[in-house]
């Protein structure tokens, strides 16, 4: 389609034109008549203009931030609402996450070419393109959310089946997956508007929307499970000591559904805060009708972009899958050995969700040095692009560093906030001492991989990701979990039998590998190379040529 008004057609063909890296520098540049950086280097247009570069960090970093761990905090509502429930329907809400992971897969590809090609635009001050990408984005988010709903929603028995989940933990994971996928159009939607807004250096007004999402989320959640909030601790005498905290409320009683029917509804309110938002335009970038209808040059430049993330993103996805897979055979191992292997799920997802807790400084410095990086490349300066990256990750590994030490320090007290599930409160504190131990490394990773992607530099971040999880993140979680390899044959009985297929051939050293926490020693050990990969590549500097 033709835009209607000339001034955009003409912005449009300027911006296809890709200037040329060689001529960039720390200096001031002016494009025609507009100055794009100031003397000291401040962005002189935008949400972010005339704001130091420590200032700028702050603006953007904190609402991220704040949004995040309300994020992290519905993931943990949500997990130990189903704790109470039973140990089987954590099992399903923990293997549940990573479809609703892979859900947003789309959405997060789709939303790093926003990012990338809107704080470009407004470091350039071509605002008729920013909108020109908000409005394709919002176009693909609907279209791939339809989709992809559908698909998950379609395959959810056969999922079941290949981790190996049975009785009540298979059926509470068909029906969450099935009530989660009906929400997957508006929950693209959402985070596709979210990451057009941070590309403009926005960062508060999705704070809002999700500040409001994730209450929405928490108050359904909670009014139609039907279960109580307790915690534990152990007494003085070696005794589990439970202590409610808040009685179930008098509802329905929906169990599992109604944790996923919380996201639904919230993921909905989201949508509609964003959109309004972005309808009324005063974070600098618009949604407008015509930008709503295909338009091949920018829907091209968002899928040069999101493609290579999305690969990304769905090579790593497939190889936490695998993982998933691992946690799955080493129930199937201790069922064989005599125990239900109940609750190894549980407990793997419940050291995620913690994890979190501790990664997300991290993830909201890289948020923020994606859309700095963005804009300061877009104004031509380089040496700015590379500083504010700089502070971006020392911030961000430092502050992880403090949450790490919390967690080799009191492992067993954090854990027994959450959850009174024996099983949880026995293998959970050795995996936060694991993970705590290799914070800095991975707050190295996660910062400038955000930069880069913000930059750009896409195809680069997919290579890394590929290479850390293929060649050294599942190799090591298999050598050092121990886990055999099973097939599952159905008999005419109905009853199921599990045959070693590949039998694991490292051995075990007692105390240090084998087991959850085997497996959770070799992702981490991953994670502190794949740190050393991505600093390696910011060294490099290719990145500040990547052409968006």
Request: glycine fraction near 12%; include cysteine; charged fraction near 15%.
């Amino acid at each position: 389609m033709t835009p209607k008004d000339p001034h955009d057609e003409q912005e449009l063909a300027i911006d296809a034109q890709t200037l040329d890296p060689s001529q960039e520098s720390c200096a001031p540049v002016k494009k025609g008549e507009r100055q794009l950086l100031t003397e000291d280097g401040r962005l002189t247009r935008g949400r972010l203009a005339g704001l130091s570069m420590n200032k700028a960090i702050w603006i953007l970093a904190w609402p991220i931030l704040v949004e995040s761990y309300l994020n992290s905090f519905v993931g943990l509502t949500d997990t130990m609402l189903a704790s109470q429930i039973s140990a089987e329907a954590t099992d399903a809400i923990g293997v549940a996450s990573y479809f609703v992971w892979f859900i947003g897969l789309i959405a997060m590809a789709l939303a790093t070419g926003a990012t990338a090609l809107v704080s470009r635009s407004v470091g350039k001050q071509r605002l008729a393109v920013a909108n020109a990408a908000v409005g394709q984005t919002y176009l693909v988010a609907i279209v791939s959310g339809l989709i992809v709903g559908g698909l998950m929603a379609a395959l959810a028995p056969m999922i079941s089946d290949l981790v190996n989940l049975k009785g009540e933990a298979r059926d509470a994971f068909i029906g969450y997956l099935r009530i989660v996928s009906a929400g997957v159009p508006m929950s693209s939607v959402l985070f596709a508007g979210i990451a057009c807004l941070r590309g403009a250096g926005d960062s508060y007004r999705p704070l809002v929307a999700m500040g409001i999402c994730n209450l929405v989320n928490i108050a359904v959640s909670f009014t139609l499970t039907g279960a109580p909030i307790q915690t534990s601790r152990m007494n003085e005498a070696g005794e589990m000591v439970t202590r409610l905290i808040v009685p179930a409320f008098p509802g329905p009683e929906m169990g599992i559904y109604g944790i996923a029917t919380g996201t639904l509804v919230a993921h909905s309110v989201g949508a509609i805060l964003i959109t309004a938002f972005l309808l009324k335009g005063r974070s600098g970038i618009f949604l407008k009708r015509r930008w709503l209808r295909l338009h091949r040059t920018t829907l091209m430049r968002l899928l040069r972009l999101g493609a290579p993330n999305f690969a990304e993103s769905l090579g790593m996805w497939v190889g936490n899958f695998m993982v998933v897979m691992f946690v799955g055979w080493l129930g199937v191992a201790a069922q064989l050995e005599g125990g239900d292997g109940k609750g190894i799920f549980g407990a793997h997802i419940w050291g995620i969700r913690i994890e979190a807790f501790s990664f997300l400084p991290g993830f909201a410095m890289g948020m923020a040095a994606a859309t700095l990086a963005g804009q300061y490349l877009g104004a031509g300066s380089t040496a700015r692009a590379k500083t504010a990256i700089l502070r971006c990750t020392f911030i961000g590994a430092g502050v992880m560093a403090l949450m790490g030490l919390m967690f080799m320090l009191i492992p067993q007290q954090i854990i027994g906030l959450f959850t009174a599930q024996p099983v949880h409160l026995e293998l959970v504190p050795r995996l936060l001492v694991i993970c705590g131990a290799v914070q800095i490394p991975f707050g190295i990773a996660l910062v400038i991989r955000s930069a880069l992607r913000g930059a750009g530099d896409v195809k680069f971040v997919m290579f890394i990701t590929w290479f850390a999880t293929y060649a050294m993140r599942l190799p090591l979680a298999y050598a050092l979990s121990g886990v055999d390899i099973y097939t599952k044959e159905t008999l005419a009985s109905g009853e199921v039998v599990h045959t070693v297929l590949i039998e694991n051939p490292f051995p075990e050293i007692e105390g240090v590998t084998g087991g959850l926490g085997g497996l959770w020693l070799g992702l981490c050990l991953e994670l502190f190379l794949r740190g050393t990969l991505f600093a390696g590549r910011f060294i490099h500097g290719g990145w500040t040529k990547a052409r968006v």
